[in-house]
């Protein structure tokens, strides 16, 4: 065995994966070294998950080679061989059976607890990584995870993963392990990430505080757009300098910033006003025909908003929320939330028309295929037949579908959440063109969005952070930086 | 404190609902008939659950994976009608046939895994292939079990009688098998969260036809056990068990996802089923009523379960 670069110990090179239309991974080279921890930051959709769940062998790459202690390992690449050579990891969402004890969630990991009493075994082994990892962490070995708090289940995984066991451990890759941890733990946490090092293992930290990417790694990658753009030294670069890495500009074709604003008249009537809890944070409003964005890292408070919203027009749910309109909703993710997978795709976009296409209690038919006929004509839609099922759409045209159900109701306000996700660049320019004229007739968007450009798009934007709002940006001030900032400054204060 | 007090309270209510309706059934049965207290009259109450309780954990191996089978009850049929027709004159042929069914049991298994089917699809169109092959082995029903099956059936067994023997056998598998052993520990994670039982380098494929194999084991052990007690056979003599397998399952503390089975509260579920059925015979309720009353019992302990549930939740 000819080692030519000794310390280097997991390698990935040109590796590239595509969900669909979507290119997660476009080439993409990343080293861990022995004894060393990177830190794999980036945006939302940047790649990072997808890259980790490469390396830790969940998901096959389209294209690149992996090396591993200086080999190259095959096609053969899956968990079971990653975890052969002691590639371990814990991923973003929890992946411990709810409906089993702690020691159970051991043993399904590592099998070499046999006998009658494998049960202490796998127990006692697990409790004594909690104990080095989160000292006074008050758990038991025959809790069932059901019933523990979010952060005792995050301890509880990342305890499992770094038990030592039959099998080697060399490289632990970590996504978002701080994302539920209180700041005890994660303080814990990234001590013991140190001390692991220091014994010559190797570590990768996915993390949006960069407070903990700087206190804990040796070496930061940058990830944007399913590329690597920097690899720098920790102590070589700066906050600053790896925001600016994170958010360089991609050259759009269109520059969404000379779009014309089309509305900001003070005295259109406001339609939405939510007050927020605590003096000291931002309440949302918006005006009609206003395009609001909502913007900030995933998962913190802009979906809960819009689901605020769509209850707050049913009923008055909240005191604090008031929506002067009918509300409707553009699901992201399209298969969960989105479409109806056996209807047809007229059926699809008509369901949310009915209270005007009804007439005594029955759909008028002809109304609804001239209707959706209608809509088909104005989004462009692709297909040779508004009887064929939904599916035998892209997911581009799924998403016009869903465009068309919220946009051909008479709701006047219109929520959407991340409704791009995974659509083409043509079936966005489309869409962007019609918010803008729907916008222009006096209705309300407000939309989440993942993708920065997508903000050039709203009059107004919020920054969300923690489920509160940051801080609040006019078209004229938005850059990206400055939404970065907003997004990351209290996470790391 | 009192939370948590009030919680283990609940958990208590939860593990010993079916001890406690099963119970409930015998005292009035005994009751009624205070003559049913013997070595006979319990061999007589309780006989028809021995076949029943080998169905139901067959039923509770799929409902521990989150799937549901729709298929035992004519499974057992026709297994039932093996038993009658080939195992006692081609005793080779009907292991063959055992064999096979059993294969075809872990195959819908790994299809319903690798292609992401739902279950309840395939398991119906299972059960139709059942019965046509029960059909076409045993077109009228007939046929006689081997001697040596009836007789077994039949055994006076020492000190307790043999349902009761049969129940504590099944039970302490079922327990050994899903609860205790590290395989039935992995077969509960794939109920609870496949995802992270695929992510720690299982093949979720292997497991859930291993599972489906137990099962169908399960199925034919209660196929023989049936056509031991009743000597011949029908195609249809086992197709309610079906939903009383459900039933059963449930009723010990199942639940329908989740991945949260009770081998041992299953075992008292069938038994549960099974008296429910003898009571109203002893209360002389009419045979036309008797179903209806049946599914009324059904009601008021399923009722009950998810008043407990519910409970549960709120502590």
């Not at chain 2, 494929?205 to 199925?219: D, K, M, Q």
């Not at chain 2, 009353?293 to 409970?311: K, S, Y």
Request: charged share 15%; net charge neutral; proline share 3%.
């Amino acid at each position: 065995m000819i080692n030519s670069i000794p310390e280097m110990l997991f390698e990935a090179r040109d590796t590239a994966k595509a969900f669909a239309a979507v290119q997660a991974l476009r080439g993409v080279d990343f080293q861990v070294r022995r004894g060393e921890c990177v830190g794999l930051v980036g945006h939302n959709g940047a790649g990072k998950s997808t890259l980790m769940n490469v390396l830790s062998g969940t998901l096959a790459a389209d294209r690149g080679e992996l090396h591993f202690a200086g080999l190259a390992v095959g096609s053969g690449w899956d968990v079971r061989e990653a975890q052969r050579l002691g590639v371990r990891s814990v991923y973003q969402e929890l992946s411990l059976c709810a409906n089993l004890s702690l020691a159970e969630n051991m043993r399904i990991a590592q099998p070499q607890f046999k006998g009658w009493n494998w049960r202490l075994a796998a127990g006692a082994q697990l409790m004594a990584t909690l104990d080095r990892i989160f000292p006074g962490h008050g758990l038991h070995a025959d809790q069932v995870v059901g019933e523990l708090s979010i952060g005792r289940r995050q301890m509880v995984e990342i305890a499992r993963a770094f038990t030592p066991g039959a099998l080697a451990l060399e490289v632990m890759i970590l996504d978002e392990p701080t994302s539920s941890l209180d700041n005890q733990a994660a303080a814990q946490l990234l001590a013991y990430i140190r001390e692991f090092v220091a014994l010559g293992k190797s570590c990768i930290l996915i993390s949006h505080k960069l407070r903990e990417i700087f206190t804990v790694t040796d070496r930061i990658v940058v990830m944007r757009d399913g590329q690597v753009v920097e690899s720098v030294l920790t102590e070589q670069t700066s906050r600053d300098r790896v925001v600016a890495a994170m958010g360089q500009d991609e050259q759009v074709q269109e520059n969404p910033r000379h779009v014309v604003a089309q509305t900001g008249s003070a005295e259109a009537p406001l339609v939405v006003n939510v007050s927020s809890t605590s003096a000291a944070r931002l309440g949302v409003k918006a005006m009609a025909g206003e395009v609001i964005g909502l913007a900030g890292l995933a998962g913190h408070g802009q979906t809960t908003l819009l689901l605020r919203l769509q209850a707050g027009s049913a009923t008055r749910a909240e005191s604090s929320v008031w929506v002067g309109g009918a509300t409707s909703f553009v699901a992201g993710d399209r298969q969960t939330d989105g479409v109806f997978g056996l209807w047809s795709i007229a059926r699809n976009m008509s369901v949310g028309w009915f209270s005007q296409l009804c007439h005594r209690r029955l759909i008028d038919l002809k109304g609804e295929r001239e209707y959706a006929e209608h809509w088909r004509q104005r989004l462009g839609l692709v297909t040779p037949d508004l009887d064929l099922p939904i599916f035998s759409l892209s997911g581009g045209n799924q998403q016009k579908v869903l465009f068309a159900r919220a946009l051909g109701s008479s709701a006047s306000i219109i929520l959407m959440d991340d409704p791009m996700r995974g659509v083409d660049v043509g079936t966005k320019r489309d869409v962007y063109a019609l918010i803008a004229e729907e916008a222009r007739r006096g209705r309300t968007f407000v939309w989440y969005t993942t993708e920065f450009d997508e903000l050039f798009h709203c009059d107004r934007v919020y920054v969300f952070n923690n489920g509160e709002v940051a801080g609040e940006l006019s078209r004229a001030e938005l850059s990206e930086e400055r939404v970065l900032d907003m997004s990351f400054d209290k996470i790391a204060a | 404190m009192s939370s948590l007090q009030a919680k283990r309270g609940v958990l208590v209510l939860h593990n010993i609902l079916p001890a406690l309706a099963l119970s409930l059934l015998l005292a009035a049965v005994f009751w009624r008939q205070p003559r049913a207290m013997s070595y006979f009259g319990v061999n007589l109450l309780l006989n028809l659950a021995i076949p029943l309780m080998f169905a139901s954990l067959a039923q509770m191996m799929i409902l521990a994976v989150s799937d549901l089978d729709l298929s035992i009850g004519p499974f057992v049929s026709l297994a039932a009608s093996i038993g009658a027709t080939l195992l006692p004159t081609r005793p080779a042929l009907a292991m063959l046939a055992f064999v096979a069914a059993v294969a075809a049991y872990a195959l819908a298994g790994a299809l319903i895994e690798s292609r992401r089917l739902p279950s309840i699809v395939v398991t119906l169109g299972l059960s139709f292939v059942w019965l046509g092959c029960a059909v076409l082995l045993l077109p009228t029903p007939g046929g006689l079990a081997p001697d040596w099956l009836s007789s077994a059936m039949a055994y006076r067994t020492p000190w307790l009688p043999m349902p009761i023997w049969m129940a504590l056998f099944a039970a302490a598998l079922g327990h050994v098998l899903v609860t205790r052993s590290a395989f039935g520990t992995l077969v509960r994670g794939l109920g609870g969260n496949p995802t992270a039982v695929a992510r720690v380098g299982w093949s979720l494929v292997r497991l859930r036809a291993g599972v489906y194999a137990l099962a169908g084991l399960f199925g034919v052990l209660a196929g023989l056990m049936l056509v031991g007690q009743t000597t011949s056979a029908d195609p249809n003599i086992a197709s309610r068990y079906t939903l009383v397998s459900i039933a059963a399952v449930i009723l010990g503390g199942g639940k329908f996802v989740g991945g949260y089975v009770s081998p041992v509260g299953t075992v008292v579920g069938a038994l549960t089923m099974t008296l429910a059925a003898s009571f109203l015979t002893f209360l002389e309720v009419a045979p036309d009523w008797q179903v209806g009353m049946q599914g009324l019992i059904l009601i008021v302990v399923l009722g009950l379960r998810a008043a407990i549930d519910r409970l549960e939740r709120i502590a």
